[in-house]
């Protein structure tokens, strides 16, 4: 199982970035997905979730300016991040389940927002 992220990087405050990650190795549309984040110094948080179903739940933190989706053809998930503030700094890790059977990391993308 293969989970890889894309789309990390630097960016002003105000701006927009829009993570990708592929899945490999389980079937993608059973599964619900998430983003999660690990910011400097602080432990990992949950962003966002879509379930197989896409049905959504998002960080208080993010609501309104983040939105994630998910495209099974394409065994991809997306997170597209708007109005960027520096709090959004982390590393940006998917994650495929947590179910009974599937619950598997990708290794990260590292987005730093400047101010």
């Known amino acids: 199982v293969q989970l890889q992220a894309y789309g990390g990087g630097l960016v002003q405050a105000g701006g927009s970035l829009r993570l990708s990650c592929v899945a490999s190795?389980?079937?993608?549309?059973?599964?619900?997905m998430g983003w999660y984040r690990q910011p400097p110094g602080k432990q990992r948080e949950l962003v966002a979730t879509?379930?197989?179903?896409?049905?959504?739940t998002y960080a208080d933190s993010v609501k309104g300016r983040f939105t994630i989706s998910r495209d099974d053809a394409k065994s991809t998930v997306y997170l597209q991040m708007n109005s960027l503030k520096p709090e959004d700094t982390a590393v940006y890790y998917c994650?495929?389940?947590?179910?009974?059977?599937?619950?598997?990391w990708g290794k990260g993308t590292l987005v730093t927002v400047s101010s």
């Open positions: 994650r495929a389940g947590p179910s009974t059977w599937v619950d598997y």
């Open positions: 190795g389980i079937i993608f549309s059973f599964n619900d």
């Open positions: 879509v379930t197989s179903g896409s049905i959504t």
